[in-house]
Structures are given as structure tokens and as C-alpha cells.
């Protein structure tokens, strides 16, 4: 796990991941910054959300816009301080399945989960870590400031 300051979205990384819920809204925190940077990430999105084609505990791939591809990690079912621990590890072990089966072994992250989803880091961290171990996986964790 390598940790770096500043602008998620700066990253050289191809991929970044962030948490969403499954009901579509992208309203605030990264996942709003989602929303502006990737229209049409956005678009699919809320298109899946709304045929019940994201559920909580797995990922889906955004289209590739501005050289990135954005992973949506669904870590809550509804928008704020919703996520739990064991649907944000299945939804990150869904997302690093589908990276390393495409032969991606990095993604770039915030502290997922623990801004307006309301985790603690050291226990995300935890779950983070055993998905590199397990999986040969690289985290590239942003702090934002």
C-alpha cells in the first residue's frame, strides 16, 4: 500500500476506485467529484443503479474518460454515513477480481469509506491490506489535504 497527499485525481494510475451506494446519487464528497469529472461514468451509473444491475457488495467499471477508468465500489446500499465493513470488503474483492483479470494489479483510492460513509480507517486499512496479500494487489491510498 503506498500513501500520497493531495488530489485523488492526479494520480498516474489508470484506475480509481471510489465508494458509492446503489440508489444512484453521487451528491457529495468524491463521488460528487465523480459525477462532474466523468459524465458519462455518471450516466451508467445511475442507469445500472436503476435497473438493480449494482448491488451493495460489488463493483462496476465506469467507460474510460480522461485517460482514467473509474471503479465504483458499492460500499452502502443508501447515500450517507451508510457503509459497513463487510460490504465494502466484498465490493473492493469484486473490484480487484475484475482489475486483475484484466491485468490491472493497482488501483488509486481515497480513505475509502471513511469520509460521509462514516468507517474508521484503521479498520478499512485492515480489509485493504489483506486484499493486496490475498490477491498480489496493489492500493494507492489518497489523503486528501
Known sequence: MQFKNGDLFTTDLDVIG????????MGAGVA???????PETYQMYRKDCRH??????????????NDKV????????????????????LAAEDAVRMLKKAGINSMA????GCGI????????EQILLALEKDYDFEFEVWIHG
Open 70 to 89: 473509474i471503479m465504483n465500489i458499492a460500499s452502502q446500499e443508501l447515500p450517507g454515513p451508510n457503509a459497513t465493513y463487510p460490504l465494502l470488503a
Open 52 to 65: 438493480g444491475l449494482l448491488l451493495p457488495g460489488e463493483s462496476m467499471p465506469g467507460s474510460k474518460e
Open 18 to 25: 471510489h465508494g458509492v451506494n446503489t440508489v444512484g446519487v
Open 32 to 38: 460528487k467529484i465523480v459525477r462532474d469529472k466523468f
Open 117 to 124: 460513509g462514516g468507517l474508521e480507517w484503521e479498520k478499512v
Open 109 to 112: 483510492i481515497p480513505q475509502i
